[in-house]
């Protein structure tokens, strides 16, 4: 990590371009610790322009960026590369769920000093509705264009007036077939093993959504049913489950095989992190949920009040290249919906691909989430199911 | 000069819990607002004790006394050999020992044993090797990972207080009872463990309030088995936002804490009525006037 930078575009040497983002660094993350947007926008309108602006670089960008984010979701070397091409030093500060940071946002009231926020898409309605979220000028993104048109123009979101793709996954199982012998090639199948061969040796995604669809794709329920029967019967089950689960662990992935799990529920894009990291890849089998399943996308969003609106656009706009989002790709395993991408990849080389593009017949299983008057009380069926796990 | 530590007192202490307590009687009014008090009830209260989080409690709480049991245990025994046997020389640097984990951030700590009890672990291959277990070791994801990392993380508190309370005690103490016919195991009885008696209660208050309430233990090394009342009432307020469900909790959870050394509190001044009773030395008025 500490070698030269071979994407390094500034000119100075390598010891004070380390020197100049490490201080800006630093100031950045002091300012962020007090939550000062004030002391945060003082900063930026009194030094437009970074230090390491280079050529090219829109002169009105501002120096920093905000970011508050998912922990370890984009490749550590694009955020350099960003700040050695275009100027703004980025900071990020990280949040577990997105009702955790939609509260913390709405408790900011537009002063969070944030400017990117990275939601799942059926989080973003009552963002907006919650002016949470700033319009996008999607002019100043141009590489917009690069999206597929699959993967733009959401339910959640028409016509992409507050929200650009980031990426997309979706849910299934990663299982050691040392342990297990029974097959499993759909969610029923999941349950059952679950509660059977691999009983106590089971990971569930620490998630309420994914663990409750867990439940309704199997039993040919809509996910989205609000049906108070449903939920009962979703609760029952929550407590037959529980005994049988060893943890509810959100990234089982590349430690699977060190904590010996016998199965696991798990996100594609952590699972294909498992495969790269196991000695002996045949072991394992990786499965995809069926006959229905989950499709999440989460979203690069602009927050109301953000103190780097024009460094946001940069970045959004940054990211969204093909080059970068391939890069991207690599670290996190998902799907960018940039055209092409799965090609580049594949030219690259790129490892287990069938984990992160889906084919048109899988992608018509796959179904997103919405939230809706039903959401409290699934929370709280599945934190009553953890509760439950240790009797 | 008593204004800062009643101001810090009433700042950083009372008005938090005092804070807790009120949201405690709140409710959640939709999915974005994780508090509202316009209407104050006990239905948070009811929905705690309804739930499975009363086993969590329960669990919480035999954790905790075992844990704070087995620290006392292994303290105690450390810190009188530390305290009588070892030359002043060591001693200060076997104390030095004892306190250096301490460096080290609790979260890291606890992280540590994540990589020794993995079933591929080093603990788990020297007991294959010794021929100890046949197959890999599946302690991580307990109940038992989680009292291991108690007792490992609370130790310290334990033998700081007890060490400083057995090295005040004069060797003439022990030395006059061997001189008037006692033995070991009767001066032990009758003269350290009374003098070490308020090492004892605060190193026990130092690890039972903490271990109890503590949360990253449990978080790293519980899996679904091993859950602690931290961790739920942690749950409440980042995942489900639901804050009078998470303030009662809380509330909950310091009601137990201090109900539970209120318990051992009477337990110990009782035993501690009986013996003087049962004991009472009258002496004989001839004794008196020499003095």
């Known amino acids: 990590m500490s070698e030269p930078d071979e994407d390094l575009k500034i000119l100075a040497s390598v010891e004070s371009a380390q020197r100049i983002s490490r201080r800006a660094f630093m100031s950045g993350s002091v300012v962020a610790a007090f939550s000062g947007s004030i002391l945060l926008s003082a900063c930026s309108t009194s030094s437009p322009g970074g230090a390491a602006n280079s050529s090219g670089a829109s002169p009105t960008l501002e120096d920093q960026l905000e970011f508050f984010h998912w922990a370890q979701y984009d490749d550590p070397k694009l955020f350099k590369k960003f700040t050695n091409e275009l100027g703004p030093v980025t900071h990020i500060d990280t949040y577990t769920s997105n009702e955790n940071a939609i509260t913390k946002l709405v408790a900011a009231q537009g002063s969070s000093g944030y400017d990117i926020v990275v939601p799942t898409g059926p989080y973003i309605p009552q963002m907006v509705a919650n002016n949470l979220l700033q319009e996008l000028d999607l002019s100043k993104i141009p590489n917009f264009q690069n999206l597929e048109t699959v993967f733009t123009n959401q339910p959640w979101d028409p016509g992409n007036a507050h929200s650009v793709c980031k990426d997309w996954g979706t849910v299934g199982w990663i299982v050691d077939k040392n342990q297990i012998s029974t097959p499993i090639n759909t969610w029923k199948d999941f349950i059952n093993v679950a509660m059977t061969e691999a009983s106590g040796n089971v990971s569930l995604l620490d998630a309420q959504n994914e663990v409750m669809g867990v439940y309704f794709w199997a039993n040919g329920i809509d996910w989205t049913t609000t049906n108070q029967a449903d939920l009962d019967a979703y609760e029952a089950w929550t407590l037959q489950m529980a005994p049988h689960v060893k943890a509810f662990e959100s990234y089982p992935g590349y430690q699977f095989a060190q904590l010996g799990y016998g199965l696991s529920h798990v996100w594609n894009g952590d699972a294909r992190q498992g495969f790269n990291s196991f000695k002996d890849p045949s072991r394992y089998a990786w499965g995809i949920g069926s006959p229905n399943t989950e ?96 009797a | 000069m008593a204004l800062p530590a009643w101001v ?25 607002h994780p508090i509202a008090t316009d209407k104050l009830s006990l239905g948070s209260y009811h929905e705690a004790f309804s739930r499975a989080f009363v086993h969590v409690f329960s669990q919480t709480l035999q954790i905790s006394i075992i844990g704070t049991s087995l620290c006392l245990l292994i303290a105690f025994p450390f810190a009188y050999w530390l305290a009588t046997r070892v030359s002043p020389r ?103 463990l009374p003098l070490a ?95």
């Not at chain 1, 969204?320 to 092409?340: A, C, R, V, W």
């Not at chain 2, 202490?13 to 939709?30: A, E, H, N």
């Open chain 1, 295 to 390: 499709l999440w996308m989460d979203n690069w969003t602009i927050v109301q009040g953000a103190p780097h609106p024009e460094a946001a656009y940069a970045f959004i706009n940054f990211i969204l290249d093909p080059k970068n989002s391939l890069q991207d790709m690599e670290f996190h395993g998902y799907n960018t919906g940039i055209t092409g991408l799965k090609e580049a990849a594949a030219a690259a080389k790129v490892p287990y691909l069938d984990m992160v593009f889906f084919d048109p017949a899988q992608l018509a299983t796959m179904h997103a989430q919405e939230i809706n008057s039903a959401f409290d009380r699934e929370v709280q069926i599945f934190l009553n199911m953890k509760n439950a796990a240790g």
């Open chain 2, 8 to 32: 810090w007192f009433l700042c950083f202490f009372t008005l938090p819990v005092l804070w807790i307590v009120y949201y405690s009687f709140g409710y959640k009014p939709d999915i974005y």
């Open chain 2, 90 to 192: 060591w001693r200060g640097v076997l104390l030095g020992l004892v306190v250096v984990p301490f460096f080290v951030n609790f979260l890291i700590r606890t992280v540590g044993w994540l990589i020794l009890l993995s079933p591929a672990g080093p603990v788990s291959s020297l007991l294959q090797r010794w021929g100890l277990r046949s197959e890999p070791l599946h302690l991580l994801q307990t109940r038992g990972a989680v009292q291991l990392g108690v007792v490992y993380n609370y130790l310290a508190l334990m033998i700081l207080p007890l060490f400083v309370t057995l090295d005040r005690l004069d060797p003439a103490m022990r030395e006059a009872s061997k001189d008037l016919g006692a033995n070991r195991v009767k001066t032990f009885r009758q003269i350290t």
């Open chain 2, 197 to 291: 008696a308020p090492g004892i209660v605060a190193g026990l208050l130092l690890v039972f309030i903490p271990l109890t309430g503590d949360y990253i233990t449990a978080l790293v090394l519980g899996g679904a088995k091993g859950n602690m009342a931290g961790v739920v009432v942690a749950s409440q307020f980042t995942i489900a936002q639901d804050w009078a469900l998470g303030a009662a909790q809380a509330v909950i959870l310091i009601a137990m804490i201090m109900g539970t050394v209120a318990v051992f509190g009477l337990f110990a001044i009782a035993i501690r009525a009986i013996v003087r009773v049962s004991r009472r030395i009258t002496l004989p008025p001839v004794a008196e006037e020499a003095v």
